[in-house]
């Protein structure tokens, strides 16, 4: 890369296809695969064989503008069609996991679209049933395989960074929740829908918290939100603070408006401006910048985007992982598990509240 040291432009940002691509069954046929999925798989050279949807005239919609072959007209026919040979990508709501978990043949190869269930108790039976079933499984926590998080997670492999003593994540912007009819229907949402890829993704940087500190708030524009706005710390100990505030609810831009990620480390530090996040109707591109052991900031260009990059490549890692061409399934169910449980310790903490202050008796201090 032109001006770019060589230690930089090395950094990874993408993920090779498998050698041997096999076709993939999408069942559920929503936005996220018409967005994300089926572009990412049409870019990357991945095979898609057929879909299924209970609404039939979205996985033909589908199926006619992706140019896919199949539309299968019952779940039981697309798992058929399937089998143990293709992949399956599961992208469907939370608690219609299990249930079509349930029905998957022994030995097969399923990619499941975040969240693992609608909660940590239901992830357990969910990731059991793959297990008796012999499934290799993955979660879509694709953040993990953005072109900017693989090449900040290659630096801090590599000891660019040192000792990882910081990490933030910082937004004000402006989520139009009202585009997700299902979202007043919801318990919580922040946590679970969002920060849950934050969650999972610093799981993978620093390894398992100590425990969670988390406070989820509504806001007057969404008055029949569960929330939408969340403070939360992660306990590392006195090796790391991890904080994380995220305000979904910002009504004063462009002006101001911040998406950011910080990771500093003893000798060195990345600052990733998430442009997707700053206006989600008219994303921009992801702007990182990296300095290390004494170097000056360097911004890094990127050799792609989330959205369908990280698609792609989380895809790619499962099936390079089933035919033996990848040593690690990055987002593993079991792993994907912990993700969960912390969610769930995450949404505790948020009901139980702080600790209360004493109260001082009148005339103290004066």
Not at 26 to 33: A, L, P, T
Not at 170 to 193: G, N, T
Request: glycine share 8%; proline share 7%; aromatic share 6%.
């Amino acid at each position: 890369m032109n001006g770019i040291p060589d230690t930089l432009a090395a950094l990874r940002q993408a993920w090779p296809m498998p050698s041997r691509p096999r076709p993939i069954t999408v069942i559920g046929c929503g936005g996220i695969v018409r967005d994300a999925h089926l572009p990412a798989y049409r870019k990357a050279g991945l095979p898609v064989a057929g879909v299924f949807d209970l609404n039939g005239e979205a996985a033909r919609l589908l199926a006619r503008d992706f140019d896919v072959p199949a539309v299968h007209a019952s779940l039981e026919e697309a798992i058929a069609a399937c089998g143990s040979e293709g992949v399956f990508d599961l992208a469907l709501p939370p608690e219609a996991v299990l249930e079509t978990v349930r029905q998957l043949p022994h030995g097969a190869t399923v990619l499941i679209q975040k969240p693992l269930g609608p909660d940590g108790a239901t992830a357990r039976r969910i990731v059991a049933e793959l297990d008796a079933r012999a499934i290799v499984a993955a979660t879509n926590f694709q953040l993990r395989f953005t072109p900017s998080m693989l090449a900040i997670c290659d630096a801090v492999d590599k000891g660019l960074f040192g000792d990882i003593v910081d990490v933030d994540v910082h937004l004000a912007v402006y989520m139009p929740w009202e585009l997700w009819s299902f979202i007043p229907r919801l318990e919580a949402v922040e946590i679970p829908l969002h920060s849950i890829h934050y969650l999972d993704w610093i799981r993978g940087l620093v390894g398992e918290p100590r425990s969670i500190y988390a406070r989820s708030v509504k806001h007057p524009r969404y008055g029949n939100q569960a929330d939408a706005r969340s403070s939360i710390i992660l306990d590392y100990g006195d090796r790391v603070r991890c904080c994380l505030s995220l305000n979904h609810t910002y009504g004063h831009g462009p002006r101001h408006t911040e998406a950011t990620i910080r990771v500093e480390g003893m000798k060195g530090a990345a600052q990733l401006t998430v442009g997707y996040l700053l206006d989600y109707l008219r994303p921009q591109p992801e702007r990182l910048e990296i300095c290390y052991q004494g170097q000056p900031w360097t911004a890094l260009p990127l050799a792609g985007e989330r959205a369908p990059d990280s698609f792609a490549y989380v895809m790619a890692n499962l099936q390079r992982f089933a035919a033996g061409e990848d040593a690690r399934l990055v987002t593993d169910v079991h792993d994907a598990l912990k993700t969960m449980l912390l969610v769930d310790a995450g949404l505790k903490s948020s009901r139980l509240g702080g600790v209360v202050p004493e109260a001082a008796d009148e005339g103290e201090g004066r």
